[in-house]
Nanobody
Framework: VQLQASGGGLVQAGGSLRLSCAAS????????MGWFRQAPGKGREFVAG????????NYADSVKGRFTISRDNAKNTVYLEMNSLKPEDTAVYFC???????????????????WGQGTQVTVSS
């Protein structure tokens, strides 16, 4: 399984970005998918997750109301739409594969078995 994250960049505070994560393999649709981020000097933290059906989503409190996770199983891709960006959102963003048929909250790194390479998001003030 390979996960390829893209869409990062430099944006001003208040702006928007959409991250994409393309997955290889034929079983993408059966897995929970998540986005994490890691800011300089900090640990990796959960940002958002989406169930294998796409019905259930969950978010870190810091991004609720601003970020939206979605998936297109026909394209083997998960997205993270980020609006009203703040300087504190600056980080490397990683997508990751969670449990098979997962449909609840998975906020720990150890819940995920495959990780993308990360894409840098920088929000200027």
């Amino acid at each position: 399984v390979q996960l390829q994250a893209s869409g990062g960049g430099l944006v001003q505070a208040g702006g928007s970005l959409r991250l994409s994560c393309a997955a290889s393999g034929r079983t993408f649709s059966l897995y929970f998918m998540g986005w994490f981020r890691q800011a300089p000097g900090k640990g990796r933290e959960f940002v958002a997750g989406i169930s294998w059906t796409g019905v259930n989503t969950n978010y870190a409190d810091s991004v609720k109301g601003r970020f939206t996770i979605s998936r297109d199983n026909a394209k083997n891709t998960v997205y993270l739409e980020m609006n009203s960006l703040k300087p504190e959102d600056t980080a490397v963003y990683f997508c990751a594969r969670g449990p098979r048929l997962g449909d609840r909250y998975y906020g720990r790194m150890q819940d995920y078995d495959y990780w993308g390479q990360g894409t840098q998001v920088t929000v200027s003030s």
